[in-house]
């Protein structure tokens, strides 16, 4: 019976949202939930000023002008109401309080107006019954699904239906020696006469809007969470992995899994900071966390800056790719660039009073862009032959007291834009063939 009820529940509502959604998705939320209160406060006040044109353009038959007249001062008042929770609604967040007597205000004035047209017509009180001003009240419980709370939208659709059967009571019981319920329709569209038929269909009409609207916005609020916390997670994701990749992640038209990939030609960087171990090893760990963050900090603004993506971190180590994950035509020469920018940065700069001379690799060639690992834990990365090789040539720098080499692909795409030696040819493992090894110019 339970699971019964949790798959109609599920099949109406949508699937629920986890309980424990994060403080900062919350406070986004109730963010959106403020912008939503102002633009229905504007809806408000454009309502009151037409309902006031309304009433200034209406007939009104022989009414005295000194004769007490309930309408100008009921949209007096709902009007400074109005203007006032329209101000307080850019100042601060408006408590439940507030915002439910809105609602009975709104409907108040609503069924008030409705109410009067029988003195303002001098006619019987059956007569505001048929009045088409009824309709507004549905306008009154939609702009309520703005906030995405469908308590408000339930308050007001049940304050309409007891409002409209005060109204009906007020009719049968105002001239009890003057019976006015007929079951003829004719007399009912041509008389005075009213139909409780009628009414009934008006407050059902009511109650389901009420209802389908409340449906609609739980569904709504519920997409709208999750949607909310997808965002928080990507946000947060894009902390650990860069944006592009953790774009490529939550756009992905299917769940990513273990083995997904595509190959690309693109240029890799690794990047290894000389001695690096020596210099951690007099740092307490809160010295090393500090250092590292100062220097990566600027890596990061430089490889940002050239287009590149840090596809891994490993210590001191990092991978840099060019048109891995975004296009880039200009890799290889953006791929340089950005070697000769880390170099100079690492000779001339200080991280937390200490200097990290950097190492680069460069390679061009095929990869393969992707997931690896287990169902349950993937990493997204690239491998490939020439990512073997970028690693293999940083390493090389330490017999060559070198901090830049390239492989020849990318020698050959930049060699016009930057002058390069010849170094050697070196053998990879696992390859067969040499690779010729290369050095740009690097100017003091």
């Given at each position: 019976m339970l699971t019964m009820i949790k798959k109609l529940q599920n099949f109406l509502f949508g699937e629920p949202v986890r309980s424990t959604i994060p403080a900062r998705v919350r406070q986004e939320i109730e963010a959106r939930q403020g912008e939503s209160e102002r633009l229905i406060s504007w809806v408000q006040f454009v309502l009151i000023v037409l309902f006031g044109v309304l009433w200034l353009l209406s007939q009104r038959v022989n009414m005295n002008a000194t004769e007490f007249q309930v309408v100008p001062l009921a949209l007096s008042a709902y009007f400074v109401?109005?203007?006032?929770?329209?101000?307080?609604?850019?100042?601060?967040?408006?408590?439940?309080?507030?915002?439910?007597?809105?609602?009975?205000m709104d409907v108040a004035l609503l069924?008030?107006?409705?109410?009067?047209?029988?003195?303002?017509?001098?006619?019987?009180?059956?007569?505001?019954?048929?009045?088409?001003?009824?309709?507004?009240?549905?306008?009154?419980?939609?702009?309520?699904?703005?906030?995405?709370?469908?308590?408000?939208?339930?308050?007001?659709g049940m304050t309409s239906i007891v409002g409209w059967l005060v109204l009906v009571g007020w009719v049968i019981y105002s001239e009890p020696g003057n019976p006015m319920i007929t079951r003829d329709y004719?007399?009912?569209?041509?008389?005075?006469?009213?139909?409780?038929?009628?009414?009934?269909?008006?407050?059902?009409?009511?109650?389901?809007?009420?209802?389908?609207?409340?449906?609609?916005?739980?569904?709504?609020?519920?997409?709208?969470?999750?949607?909310?916390?997808?965002?928080?997670?990507?946000?947060?994701?894009?902390?650990?992995?860069?944006?592009?990749?953790?774009?490529?992640?939550?756009?992905?038209?299917?769940?990513?899994?273990a083995g997904d990939g595509e190959s690309r030609v693109a240029s890799i960087i690794?990047?290894?900071?000389?001695?690096?171990?020596?210099?951690?090893?007099?740092?307490?760990?809160?010295?090393?966390?500090?250092?590292?963050?100062?220097?990566?900090?600027?890596?990061?603004?430089?490889?940002?800056?050239?287009?590149?993506?840090?596809?891994?971190?490993?210590?001191?180590?990092?991978?840099?790719?060019?048109?891995?994950?975004?296009?880039?035509p200009d890799h290889a020469q953006n791929?340089?660039?950005?070697?000769?920018a880390i170099e100079k940065a690492a000779r001339t700069q200080m991280f937390n009073g200490v200097m990290l001379k950097t190492r680069?690799?460069?390679?061009?060639?095929?990869?393969?862009?992707?997931?690896?690992?287990?169902?349950?834990?993937?990493?997204?990365?690239?491998?490939?032959?020439?990512?073997?090789i970028a690693a293999r040539l940083e390493q090389l720098n330490k017999e060559y007291g070198t901090y830049i080499m390239m492989g020849e692909a990318t020698h050959l795409a930049v060699d016009t834009d930057y002058p390069c030696e010849f170094i050697c040819e070196t053998q990879v493992k696992g390859r067969a063939q040499a690779v010729k090894v290369y050095a740009p110019t690097i100017n003091s």
């Open positions: 109401f109005t203007v006032t929770r329209l101000l307080l609604s850019y100042r601060m967040s408006l408590p439940h309080w507030l915002l439910t007597l809105s609602v009975f069924m008030l107006m409705i109410w009067s047209f029988h003195i303002q017509y001098e006619q019987p009180p059956s007569f505001y019954l048929k009045a088409p001003t009824i309709m507004y009240v549905f306008i009154f419980i939609a702009m309520r699904a703005l906030r995405f709370e469908p308590r408000y939208i339930m308050i007001a004719i007399a009912y569209m041509t008389s005075n006469s009213i139909l409780i038929g009628a009414e009934i269909d008006k407050m059902v009409s009511i109650f389901l809007v009420t209802a389908v609207l409340c449906i609609a916005v739980i569904r709504s609020r519920r997409a709208f969470f999750r949607a909310a916390i997808e965002q928080s997670a990507a946000q947060d994701l894009s902390r650990f992995v860069s944006k592009e990749v953790a774009e490529r992640i939550t756009s992905a038209d299917r769940q990513i899994q690794f990047t290894d900071i000389e001695g690096f171990s020596s210099v951690s090893e007099n740092m307490t760990a809160q010295e090393l966390a500090k250092t590292l963050n100062d220097y990566f900090g600027t890596m990061g603004e430089i490889i940002d800056q050239f287009g590149g993506v840090i596809t891994l971190f490993e210590g001191d180590l990092m991978l840099i790719t060019f048109n891995a994950v975004q296009d880039d791929a340089v660039q950005t070697a000769l680069c690799g460069i390679n061009t060639g095929e990869i393969t862009v992707g997931a690896v690992g287990a169902q349950n834990r993937l990493v997204f990365t690239v491998h490939g032959d020439s990512v073997n």
